[in-house]
């Protein structure tokens, strides 16, 4: 099993449509938990921490099952300027220090 | 705002050369690291660096390569004699005594 596995995508929405992505991880021992977004050929950038009791930021949501090992992302009302990679990102079983990146699930949002 | 910073924004070089690729981290940062990325891959870890030593690699990260903090402000990863598969976005990142690391542009090296 790959340490941090996404949905695959790319999904394509409408603006205005809520949207969910998926992670999944094999460290059961994981401590931190991120999203961030990319945008194509630039940096990867925090969108959100993900805590255990989840949090939303806005239209953001993300939630953290750590019996399932199993992270969410929600996206509420989606805008063109949600278009983007989002990339789940998880703390390795070896080091608190070293971090995991996920594959990354596309996302284009639709006029 | 403050913002990590790398230099050159890419890097052209021949195979078996060596490459110097620059970052300025955030000046109140004390966790620095460095990520590669191929295109079309995911954001791979190299090498996280704290209080002037390693604290961590990957098996990417072998003999061919170093980093160094030469100063107060800039923050290195050497290549010593490059291959074409070490073609890739690398990305420099730093964070403070929060879990947030905060990634600079990223420096495009391809090597022909």
């Known amino acids: 099993r790959k340490e941090v596995e996404q949905d695959p995508g790319p999904f394509n929405v409408p603006e205005g449509a809520t949207v969910a992505f998926n992670c999944t991880y094999s460290n059961s021992a994981s401590q931190s938990f991120f999203w961030y977004r990319q945008d194509c050929r630039k940096e990867p950038k925090l969108l959100m921490s993900?805590?255990?009791s989840g949090n939303e930021d806005g239209r953001f949501t993300a939630q953290l099952n750590r019996a399932s090992q199993y992270i969410s992302l929600l996206i509420r009302d989606s805008k063109l300027s949600d278009s983007a990679t989002y990339l789940c990102v998880v703390n390795s079983e070896t080091s608190y220090d070293k971090v995991i990146f996920g594959p990354g699930t596309s996302l284009s949002v639709i006029p | 705002e403050p913002e990590v910073t790398q230099t050159p924004s890419h890097q052209v070089t021949q195979m078996g050369q060596e490459v110097i690729l620059r970052c300025v981290p955030i000046?109140?940062?004390?966790?620095f690291y460095w990520y590669r990325q191929i295109l079309g891959q995911k954001v791979e870890f190299l090498v996280s660096f704290y209080n002037n030593e390693i604290s961590e690699k990957s098996e990417i990260f072998d003999d061919q390569f170093s980093v160094e903090r030469p100063d107060g402000s800039n923050f290195t990863l050497k290549i010593r004699s490059t291959k074409l598969e070490d073609s890739a976005m690398y990305f420099c990142?730093?964070?403070?005594?929060?879990?947030?690391?905060?990634f600079g542009p990223g420096t495009r090296l391809t090597v022909l």
């Open positions: 000046s109140n940062h004390l966790y």
């Open positions: 993900v805590y255990s």
């Open positions: 990142a730093s964070r403070d005594s929060t879990d947030t690391q905060y």
